[in-house]
């Protein structure tokens, strides 16, 4: 399981500051059990963003009432996604609200080379998940008049903000942004029968 490591700088800094399990979490996100974790190595994950393309480490926790691992994201990824949330959010609002072709949305994220594809992907998974973007964000900001809930979800990201908007979707309500994958239950974890 996921949880995120609350981070406010660029990916530089928190490769530079983020070397270690200084950072560890109280409880387990899992079994709730206070002072269970003990520190379980790192796992690297590659990352792009504005003036990045590179990889970050990923600490890791077991905990010893339940035995899972908890993995301790930063903010600025989301679970399953290689680009940041900020290359997300800048392509998703250049193309559905700005109405701009696919070409200028990805010049406006700053990858003028993004395949066709993965544009298609990340509208098609927001298309999916936009109702309910636009219920859960009602608790941090009023819902504005709009045509349709893609719009109304995308101008409550802008106005909460993507970060903020994604830290209290997954904290909270373990949402993500563009909807889980389809390997992942509804809560993010794997399926099991």
């Avoid at 109405?99 to 010049?107: D, P, V």
Wanted: net charge positive.
């Amino acid at each position: 399981m996921q949880i995120l490591y609350p981070f406010a700088g660029s990916i530089q800094q928190y490769n530079e500051r983020h070397p270690d399990h200084s950072q560890q979490p109280r409880s387990c996100a899992m079994c709730r059990a206070p002072k269970s974790l003990r520190a379980h190595g790192f796992y690297r994950r590659t990352v792009t963003d504005a003036g990045y393309d590179g990889v970050i480490r990923v600490p890791r926790y077991l905990c010893l009432a339940c035995r899972r691992t908890i993995s301790l994201l930063p903010e600025f990824v989301l679970p399953y996604m290689r680009f940041a949330i900020s290359i997300i959010g800048l392509f998703l609002k250049a193309r559905l609200l700005d109405h701009k072709t696919l070409k200028e949305s990805a010049a406006a994220a700053g990858d003028s080379r993004m395949p066709y594809q993965r544009g298609q992907q990340w509208i098609q998974r927001f298309r999916g998940q936009a109702v309910a973007l636009a219920a859960a964000l009602v608790a941090l900001t009023r819902p504005p008049g709009a045509p349709d809930f893609v719009t109304r979800a995308l101008t409550m990201l802008e106005t909460v903000g993507w970060g903020p908007a994604h830290r209290f979707l997954f904290d909270r309500l373990r949402m993500h942004l563009l909807g889980w994958p389809s390997f992942l239950a509804p809560d993010g974890r794997r399926c099991a029968l």
